[in-house]
Nanobody
């Protein structure tokens, strides 16, 4: 079970750090990702990180502002979001790929474990 937290309301230009935690399992054996979905829009890839944490993948819209990382604890992952814009407003989800796969991907159908999401709202 994945759980996201750290969302909230922030002014444009501000920052938030989202956390993803797992209970009863380790995340270090899974490729992990962050996705987001705004009202009326499809789920969108934000970032992904390899099992080791040495390799990351970010969407063009966030790559200069967001950072994905793993925590020292094997069951945590983070998304540091800086210079937030109103268009970043969405529900943010963390997700895990099945253990058999070791490549980061941008397609949400490649991830089979999902959290319930955390709302991020950026005011202008």
């Amino acid at each position: 079970q994945l759980l996201e937290y750290g969302g909230g309301l922030v002014q444009a230009g501000g920052a938030l750090r989202l956390s993803c935690a797992a209970s009863g399992r380790t995340l270090s054996n899974n490729v992990m990702g962050w996705f987001r979905q705004a009202p009326g829009k499809e789920r969108e890839f934000v970032a992904a990180i390899s099992r080791s944490g040495d390799s990351t993948l970010l969407s063009d819209s966030v790559k200069d502002r967001f950072t994905i990382s793993r925590g020292n604890a094997k069951n945590t992952m983070y998304l540091q979001m800086n210079s937030l814009k109103p268009e970043d407003t969405a529900i943010y989800y963390c997700a895990a790929r099945p253990l058999a796969y070791d490549r980061s991907t941008t397609n949400f159908v490649d991830y089979d474990s999902w959290g319930q999401g955390t709302q991020v709202t950026v005011s202008s």
